[in-house]
Structure formats: structure tokens, C-alpha cells
């Protein structure tokens, strides 16, 4: 199974947290914790996603926020866009999944199809990843805008083109950054995989 080197892993670390501390959120969380926590999750289930090892989550985050950052900055003369709030939200959108996976105990399924990790079944509700996310920064004393709180849970369902035109465009630029990682991190691990 893959996993962060190192390097690689304080790299992403120190990158995540200057975004982290830049917008306050150091503040709300142990930041040791975190870091440790960050830095062996993953972010998915199915080793063709390119995002099922250890540290994955990290490196997610990263690009996401970065794709998030250049999105906003393509579109500012249009829009007005609050930096800070937007960097906000993406540090905040992924948090819960530092708990959801654990490694997968099934050989077999590992394996056979792929399957490093599986979801967590500790039975805490049906809560989706923004909904935890969220609910873990406002116990943790983070104050959460209405448009923070609806861009935070943007992943959370299927998107509803009937409510775009009401949306916050941070909201927009959310999905479409997430969207755009994942793709990336898929399109990586084909070329890693074919060229193996």
C-alpha cells in the first residue's frame, strides 16, 4: 500500500497548515493531532480512485484548495470573492474524513478488487462529510457564516441546477475544485499503474 514519504509528508503538511493558520483555524484544533491524523488518512476506498493510502487526505486537500484558489482567482473580475472565506471552507470540507475509512481487513477484497480501506462503522449517526465537518469546527468554537456553512456542505448531496442561480459562488467554485482533484488524482494513478 502506498504511503507518504517523509518529505513528502511534512511538504503537504507545512503547505495544509500555512492555509490553516492563515485563515485562524489553528486555533480551534490540536494541531499535533491533525497533523498525525492528516498525514495517515486516506481519501477513499478503492485504490483506482488514486486517493485509497495513507496520507492521501492530505494531498487532496492541497490540490483541491490550490485548484479552489485558481478557480477564484480566473473568475475575480467578475465575481467578488472572499479569499479568506473560501480558504476557510476548503480547510474545514474534508476534516470528517480523517475518521471515515479504516484499512480494510478483508484480504480478498483488498486484493482482488482493490479495496484498501472501507468506511468506519462506528455507529455515529448518518451525518454526511460536511454535515461532520461542520459540526466538529462549531464544537470546536469555530464561527461558521451562513455562506461558509452552505459551502461546506456542498459534496454533501447531488447537486440541484434548479438552486444555482441562488448558490454562493464559493459554493460553485467547491464542487467544481473537488471535482477537478479527484479527476487529477484518478488520471495520476492510471499513468502510475500503466507505466509499472
Not at 36 to 48: I, K, Q, S
Request: proline share 2%.
Amino acid at each position: 500500500m502506498r504511503k507518504l514519504t517523509e518529505e513528502v509528508a511534512i511538504n503537504e503538511w507545512v503547505k495544509f497548515y500555512k492555509t490553516f493558520e492563515s485563515v485562524g483555524l489553528d486555533k480551534f484544533y490540536d494541531v499535533d493531532k491533525l497533523r498525525e491524523e492528516l498525514t495517515n488518512a486516506p481519501c477513499g476506498l478503492n485504490e483506482d480512485s488514486g486517493v485509497a493510502y495513507k496520507g492521501a487526505l492530505l494531498m487532496h486537500i492541497n490540490m483541491f484548495i490550490a485548484i479552489a484558489q485558481r478557480m477564484a482567482k480566473m473568475i475575480s473580475g467578475t465575481f467578488d470573492i472572499d479569499i479568506p472565506t473560501l480558504l476557510k471552507c476548503c480547510c474545514i470540507i474534508h476534516l470528517s474524513k480523517r475518521f471515515m475509512f479504516v484499512e480494510n481487513d478483508n484480504e480478498w477484497e483488498a486484493n482482488n478488487r482493490g479495496l484498501l480501506f472501507k468506511f468506519n462503522d462506528k455507529n455515529e449517526g448518518v451525518l454526511k462529510g460536511g454535515e461532520r465537518s461542520l459540526l466538529e469546527a462549531l464544537n470546536n468554537g469555530v464561527k461558521i457564516t451562513p455562506i461558509e456553512f452552505e459551502a461546506v456542505k456542498a459534496l454533501d448531496e447531488q447537486e440541484d441546477v434548479t438552486k444555482n442561480g441562488f448558490k454562493n459562488i464559493i459554493t460553485t467554485i467547491i464542487r467544481q475544485a473537488n471535482e477537478l482533484a479527484y479527476a487529477i488524482e484518478k488520471e495520476k494513478y492510471k499513468k502510475i499503474k500503466a507505466a509499472e
